[in-house]
């Protein structure tokens, strides 16, 4: 049996925990997601105008082999600058890769574009990043909140309002996987002509409202017509990271992070967009040896990470309060 584990969040895998931290008045924030000990990560990207850093590094075919954490920022190219201030904090508690008297965390990241959503970004010469990114790791904690939260404080969806979710499914064999987004897309996460979200088949026990399409589901309109608003490339991107406690290399963490983008493309119409930098992060804990033939395994995460990355995109857009011009799908859709 899989279902949801006991926190439905990211951090049901053992050996994660998660830090947020944001500035209501500047509509942003930072998210870090931290693993006990060095991990093996992958990448996947898949957005027309992506903005990292140390995603190189992840490729299978580069030489390091362990990652210290995960940083998921706001502040478009301005919010990269959270993951040296991560780096600092993890020298500060012994970790990194030791080469010689030198200590050095790899700490790969990604940033939304949230600099048009209303909030106040005259920082002048000191953009808050660093200062939230320390922030969001002294709260590391394996129980956190939803919504306008971290990275997804100032994140939009179309005209709703966007947030940070996170989701797990856990199974009688002990296999865990988990996901966190910061669901800040160009696209529609609702269909159209429904209160419905996009990723309403996914759902498990009401996380999300419960909210179904009214009647006999009609096709899909293929005459896509975009939402008239002010919107340069680049202009938004939703950010996740799976995880999972299963013993994986790089190269089959990278294949279900591609797998995993699935997930973004059941939740949201259309996707990967010129003006979205959309990319999906795997983590492996490494608690537990592969209980299945490599393949089949591979396989099975893949599904499920697909599956948490559409939950977690629905449940960050339903936890998400109104926010300046940007309503809340409770509020607005769902009627509460």
């Not at 800040?184 to 996009?198: E, F, I, K, R």
């Not at 893949?302 to 559409?310: E, H, K, S, T």
Request: charged share 20%; proline share 7%.
């Amino acid at each position: 049996m899989i279902r949801p584990g006991p926190l439905n969040l990211i951090t049901d895998v053992d050996g994660l925990k998660v830090g947020n931290a944001h500035d209501l008045k500047v509509r942003s924030g930072v998210t870090v997601v931290v693993p006990d000990e060095g991990a093996v990560m992958a990448v996947d990207v898949r957005g027309g105008t992506p903005g990292t850093r140390e995603t190189d590094a992840l490729d299978p075919t580069c030489g390091v082999k362990l990652f210290d954490a995960i940083t998921l920022s706001g502040g478009s190219a301005f919010g990269l600058d959270a993951a040296g201030a991560v780096m600092n904090w993890l020298v500060g508690q012994g970790r990194g890769y030791q080469l010689g008297p030198a200590l050095i965390p790899v700490v790969p990241s990604a940033i939304i574009f949230d600099l048009l959503n209303g909030g106040d970004k005259d920082w002048g010469d000191a953009p808050p990043f660093p200062d939230l990114a320390r922030e969001a790791c002294e709260n590391l904690s394996r129980d956190f909140e939803l919504g306008n939260i971290g990275a997804g404080a100032g994140a939009t969806a179309g005209p709703l309002k966007g947030g940070l979710g996170s989701v797990s499914s856990v199974a009688d064999n002990g296999v865990q996987v988990g996901a966190l987004l910061v669901a800040n897309p160009y696209g529609s996460v609702t269909m159209p002509g429904s209160d419905a979200l996009w990723a309403w088949p996914w759902e498990q026990d009401g996380e999300y409202g419960g909210v179904r399409p009214a009647g006999d589901l009609a096709p899909v309109d293929t005459d896509y017509q975009s939402p008239v608003r002010d919107v340069a490339t680049g202009g938004n991107t939703t950010l996740g990271v799976v995880a999972t406690n299963v013993v994986l290399d790089k190269a089959e963490a990278q294949r279900i992070a591609i797998m995993a983008q699935d997930g973004i493309s059941r939740a949201i119409r259309p996707v990967h967009t010129p003006f979205d930098g959309d990319t999906i992060f795997v983590i492996s804990t490494g608690r537990i040896e592969m209980p299945e033939a490599s393949d089949q395994m591979i396989m099975q995460l893949g599904m499920r990470a697909a599956d948490c990355v559409a939950r977690a995109i629905g449940r960050g857009v339903y936890a998400a309060d109104s926010l300046g011009d940007f309503p809340g799908y409770r509020q607005t859709i769902a009627g509460e």
